[in-house]
């Protein structure tokens, strides 16, 4: 049985198919963590068209910065993606 992709997709931004490194980092300005995922395996998992925004707080999540009564405000960013 094919397993199901996580659905990520529809959001407004950039996509994981509108990225072509073969390494994407995420980083966190205020935990400091820093995680390195390789491309094709974020494509295997979620999908060519996982919109970015949704992704990160996909990968982010855990953050107890993430949901709070003020809103998101986590820190994470995909580093050297946007310049």
């Known amino acids: 049985m094919a397993r199901r992709r996580r ?3 529809g959001g407004d931004g950039p996509t994981l ?3 072509r490194d073969t390494v994407i980092v995420l980083e966190c ?3 400091d963590r820093r995680d390195r995922f390789e491309r ?3 494509v295997t998992q ?3 068209t996982a919109c970015l925004a949704k992704l990160r ?3 982010a999540m855990g953050c107890v910065k993430m949901v709070g009564s003020d809103g998101d405000r986590c820190g994470t960013r995909f580093l050297g993606l946007y310049r």
Do not use: E, M, Q, T
Request: net charge positive; proline share 0%.
């Open 46 to 48: 979620f999908g060519a």
């Open 29 to 31: 300005s205020c935990c």
């Open 40 to 42: 094709k395996v974020l």
């Open 57 to 59: 707080r996909r990968l």
């Open 7 to 9: 659905n990520l997709g």
């Open 17 to 19: 198919k509108d990225i």
